[in-house]
Structures are given as C-alpha cells and as structure tokens.
C-alpha cells in the first residue's frame, strides 16, 4: 500500500515536472514573440531606450514637416527638446525629395546650396519613419490652389517664389494628414529649425506659438489634440472660401482658426529657422526675449553664420 502511495507521489511530481518544463517553454516562446515585435527608437541621442510594440503603436506621433534643409545642425536640438521629452511617440518625419535648393525667399534673404540627409537616415526605425515627397498633393484637390494663391500675391516682402514655397509647404501638411488621424495627440514642428525651448505635446490640447504672428497666427507649429490638429494643418480644403485681397500663412491661418481662437493657448515656445548655408534667423523668438541656445551652434551677430 505505501509502495502504490509512493509510486502515485513519483507520477504526480514527474507529471509536475513536465508541466513546469511546457509552461518555462512557453513563456521563453512568447518572450521570443514580443522580442520580434519590439522596436527600439534607435538613436545616438537617446540614453535610455525606450521600447513600443510594433503591433500595437503609442497614441501619440511627433510630425516634422517641410524641407529639412541642414539635418547636421537641427537634429541634435530635435532629439534633445521634441522627441526625447515624448519618447512615448511615435516620429514621423516628412521632407520633399531634393538634393539642391536655390530660394529667393525675398531679396534680402536668398538661399542656395546642397541638400543632404546622411544624418538623417542613421535614424530611421519602426518608430521613427522617413517620408520623402515630391508630388504636388495639394494640387489633387478639385481646384488648381497654386494659381489661386498667387492670385493673392503679394503681401509686403513676399514674391511669386514665396507664395510657391507656401504651397510647398502645405503639401507637405497634407501628406500627413492620413497619419494624423491615426494619434490621439499630436505633434507639429517644421525640419529645418533649431529648438530652444522643450515642448510637452501633452500639455494643451490646442497649442501654437504667440510670437511671429504678424498680424495672423504663427503657422510654423502645432501640438495638441487630433482633432485640433487636423483643423490647423488642413490648409487646402477651405482656401477658395478665402475672401480677403492678400493671403499670408500666418493670416490665412487665423482666418481659417477664427471659430477656435479662444481654445488656443498660445505659448512661448522658442524655435529657430536654419537657412541651408548655415545662417540661423535668431531674431525669430524676438517677442520671447529668448537668448539662443548656449550650448547650440556658435553664432555671429544678427544675421548668424554658424561658426
């Protein structure tokens, strides 16, 4: 009688045994699973990694957006003030597909030079998308919008070659409004900036700059809420209700934001447009009363050369 207690003890701890051998080969298979879903943003800048599983993408996405002129100087301050005070987002990062630009962006502030995006690229990941376009998105809509904005050319200190840049510009927006609606917050910068100050994306739901408004809103940024943003970044689909006699994108922008003005919280937040040679437009934060970053790029006097 004990043998057969004792023999039945044997079983049931080998049995045992093998249920703990299944159960550790498992987890060691679902661990394998969720190691090849994982993506790491993979950056220099990042001193702590942060994991997101591909299947399931984080509800918020950091947009950059426009022509990324100078890679080599504007990344470092990207990383360091936009994406790694979000690391929960996901990185889309848009630029128009040239090697050259050449801009007459007024006669006092021309530019020309090479494009390149080596230091991008090192960057690309699962969690940090590379988007390069160059077909007219916006003039899939139902009416030709670059005549229509020359039409209301010209405001003082802008040319026919500004209103086209304007164009070029909201393509890029409109690019990204499929992935926009994807996030619940968002978002917006430029490419081809150096940052100042460090952005929360989740600290408003409507949020733009209140400096460099000139007498409309400052277009050059956004973050908030998806719904918020696809109102701000939509430019095309109300332009021909546009009734005024000169379009401006900073006051094509307060006409369009006209019913959500009061939800907007305009901030300080402190940014800076890198030209393609190298010269940075420091006065851009004038109204913030902002130094430039000490520990940026070193600067001479108004008109800055990069040294």
Partial sequence: MRFLAYSLSSLFL??????????????????????????FIGHNAVDNAVVHNAVDPPPCALFFYGLAKRVDLTLPSTFSKIINKNPECTVIYQSQNVTHTSTPHALWDSESGVINYDALYVHESPTFKIILTGGDTGESKSFPSLPFLLSKCCAPGYTDTSMSNLHKSWES???????????????????????????????SDFAIPK????????????YGTKENALKWAGRFDRLREF???????????????????????????????VRVDGRVKENDCRATNKPFDPHGPRVTNDEHVII
């Fill in 243 to 273: 009734d005024g006699p000169i379009l401006k994108g900073e006051t094509y922008l307060k006409w369009l934001l006209r019913d959500d003005s009061s939800r907007i919280d305009f901030v300080d937040t402190c940014f800076l447009r």
């Fill in 211 to 222: 400096w460099g408004s000139f007498k409309g809103f400052n277009d050059r940024m956004f």
């Fill in 173 to 203: 927006l409109e690019t990204l409004l499929p992935f926009i609606d994807n996030y619940e917050t968002v978002g917006i910068f430029r490419n081809d900036v150096i940052f100042i100050d460090e952005v929360d994306i989740f600290s």
């Fill in 14 to 39: 080998l049995l045992y045994l093998l249920y703990l051998h299944e159960l550790s080969s498992g987890l060691a298979s679902i661990l394998n699973v969720v190691d090849t879903n994982t993506q």
